[in-house]
């Protein structure tokens, strides 16, 4: 799946307007399985991919700039 891939080579989905931002940190490159972070103004939570690949469908998340973290989570 090309949005997993994309998740895997540091790319951020997210919503800049709600504050939304899915992605997989750098130190999850070659963990089995990774974790990825879903992020909101209220918290900040580990999803396994799956569930990073619903919220980023279900929320219709693009690839987004991270206030922090900026275009890449590496």
């Not at 891939?5 to 307007?17: K, M, N, S, T």
């Not at 279900?58 to 590496?74: D, I």
Request: with cysteine; charged share 25%.
């Amino acid at each position: 799946m090309v949005i997993e891939a994309e998740l895997r080579g540091g790319v951020i989905y997210g919503d800049q307007v709600n504050g939304e931002y899915v992605y997989m940190p750098a130190s999850e490159v070659g963990a089995v399985p990774p974790l990825c972070v879903y992020e909101t103004p209220a918290a900040r939570v580990d999803v396994d991919m799956k569930e990073a690949l619903r919220l980023i469908r279900v929320r219709s998340l693009k690839p987004a700039r991270h206030p922090r973290l900026g275009e890449s989570s590496f």
